[in-house]
């Protein structure tokens, strides 16, 4: 789900909450060592995404957040803030070659760029909180 998150909207935040939960609170956020990634570079994206990116012509760097059922791809465009909301339940991740890494979430992908171990072990921590929300949801 693409949405632009520039201005705030009751209605808009409640259908996110309600599709990956509300933010982790302060001691979470703690105790995890952070619930959100650092800056990176947005490579390549679907259509839709591509169509936004184009708008203006700087590099396109985005930042991903943690939630209980999911996680959320923060990008600017122009003045615009957008957000993928991606629900651990559709969340595709390839690791496409050593530095880079695909979400992908029905027709929509992004595609984005890590620079170090920080960003490996950050995508590696989501990998873990899909599996564990993949077995808290799994019927026996």
């Known amino acids: 789900m693409l949405r632009n998150v520039s201005y705030k909207n009751?209605?808009?935040?409640l259908e996110i909450n309600n599709l990956v939960g509300k933010p982790f609170g302060l001691f979470k956020r703690i105790r995890?060592?952070?619930?959100?990634?650092?800056?990176?570079?947005?490579?390549?994206?679907?259509?839709d995404i591509e169509n936004l990116l184009i708008l203006d012509h700087?590099?396109?760097?985005?930042?991903?957040?943690m939630r209980p059922n999911g996680i959320i791809v923060y990008f600017r465009v122009l003045l615009e803030t957008y957000?993928?909301?991606?629900?651990?339940?559709k969340l595709v991740i390839?690791?496409?070659?050593?530095?880079?890494?695909?979400?992908?979430?029905?027709?929509k992908f992004i595609k984005i760029k890590v620079k170090?171990?920080?960003?490996?072990?950050?995508?590696?921590?989501?990998?873990?909180?899909?599996?564990?929300?993949?077995?808290?949801y799994k019927i026996n």
């Open 58 to 65: 700087n590099l396109n760097y985005c930042n991903i957040e």
């Open 83 to 89: 957000a993928l909301v991606i629900p651990y339940y």
């Open 116 to 136: 170090g171990k920080g960003d490996h072990g950050f995508f590696r921590k989501v990998m873990e909180q899909k599996a564990i929300d993949y077995e808290k």
């Open 10 to 13: 009751e209605k808009q935040e």
């Open 94 to 107: 390839f690791k496409v070659d050593s530095e880079e890494y695909t979400f992908n979430i029905d027709q």
């Open 32 to 47: 995890e060592g952070g619930v959100g990634s650092g800056k990176l570079l947005i490579t390549k994206a679907d259509k």
